[in-house]
DNA sequence: TAAATAATAGATCATCTGATCAATAAGGTT
DNA sequence: AACCTTATTGATCAGATGATCTATTATTTA
């Protein structure tokens, strides 16, 4: 920030005039992280002093600053939720348990990422229609299912609710929530603690 | 807005003068509403604003409005962890189910609530110490004695680790976490829904 | 090598935002 | 009723912020 006049400054590469695709993606990509730390409220000029590049050119790529958000939502939510889950996770001919434990360890990989984790919750807070479609379709397409195979399996009279099955997915993305939220210690790899959460649910449906 | 100069605005009780400390009072909880609405960037101008006085008055106040943050925090975050629950949940003298059971629907009761809510999830966003100090107390104070409430009580030689405690927990958090950030709807009375999630634990652990 | 293209930088604008301060007036006191 | 204290207002400032526009200059093309 000192000797912006010297040719090659210390530490920053001082590149320019990439190609225009590839500087939108370095564009969105920065951003994604920029407003996954800071929030949604970050400035244009925090952006692009990150990326390296002045304040001006994010306005030669998106013509405002919503647009920029709008980039980094579409960049974050992309494939997020796989159309596979709710094939194989009412694939029959494997075991429930096995098809739920798959699931819950692809889907935490997924999720459990700082950027991801965070920009959802900025997202939720500020009230966007995103976040309530995301869950909305969570829900309607992978835990509704996950909730008819369990009536489907269990074999005594005490059967899951779909608030049972918001029950066990919460407590294992509290997970995610509390590593990149609030930034608390968790298990390295969540992989035992979410295999237990979900046997203890099997468990009380005589699904042991 | 337009009219203000007329001497009674339509809805606008236009009364001044409070005595200080009904001022005070009068602005911290508005701006714990508002704060809670808009985020921990809102502006002076418009808490003023929702308050009915002017963005000066507010400096009368409170010298900067960081200072109003942390009176908003005070506010917010006084009496959430009563002192009588870690006594409670380790009295032996009632049965474990009763004693976390009675915990959550005291527990939840006050931090499912939309200002507790958004205010703890917008800090702890910001990455406020106060946030990682309200958890780590949380864990050591309540989740830890019950964790070995648990270890002294189940029969069998499964026992729960620390981490299946922030499981159950995460739970039944989740509720709240889906009706005030993500405005989802959620049971009305999450009762029933706490109580089948703490007997689906217990039960896994030979505590039925 | 010279010209053309367009990616990038720099300067600038209007508005917003936190904060200050002198002027005003509400409510109590005598 | 006149006075006094001080809660409240209105004007204002400096810096921040989104956005625009023209001047540069890297890279390609002839």
């Known amino acids: 920030m000192t000797d912006r006049a010297t040719q090659t400054p210390p530490d920053a590469p001082e590149r320019r005039r990439l190609p225009p695709a590839e500087r939108r993606r370095q564009i969105v990509e920065g951003a994604v992280t920029f407003f996954a730390d800071v929030g949604l409220d970050g400035t ?59 699931f819950y360890r692809e889907y935490s990989r997924l999720i459990f990422e700082y950027n991801w984790m965070r920009i959802f919750m900025f997202s939720g807070l500020a009230g966007a229609e995103l976040n309530r479609r995301y869950l909305h379709h969570l829900g309607t397409v992978i835990l509704r299912p996950l909730l008819e195979e369990l009536h489907a399996s269990a074999p005594g009279p005490a059967l899951p609710q779909m608030e049972d099955i918001w029950n066990l997915h919460g407590g294992i993305v509290y997970i995610g929530i509390r590593r990149h939220i609030y930034q608390m210690p968790t298990p390295e790899d969540p992989t035992e603690a979410i295999e237990r959460a979900v046997d203890r649910f099997l468990g009380s449906y005589g699904l042991g």
Chains 1, 2 share one sequence.
């Open 44 to 102: 244009t000029r925090d952006l692009a002093r990150r990326l390296g590049i002045t304040q001006s050119l994010l306005f030669n790529y998106f013509s405002n600053k919503a647009e920029i958000l709008e980039a980094v939502y579409e960049h974050v939510y992309l494939d997020r939720l796989s159309d596979d889950w709710p094939h194989f996770l009412t694939d029959r001919s494997h075991p429930l348990r096995a098809r739920i434990l798959t």
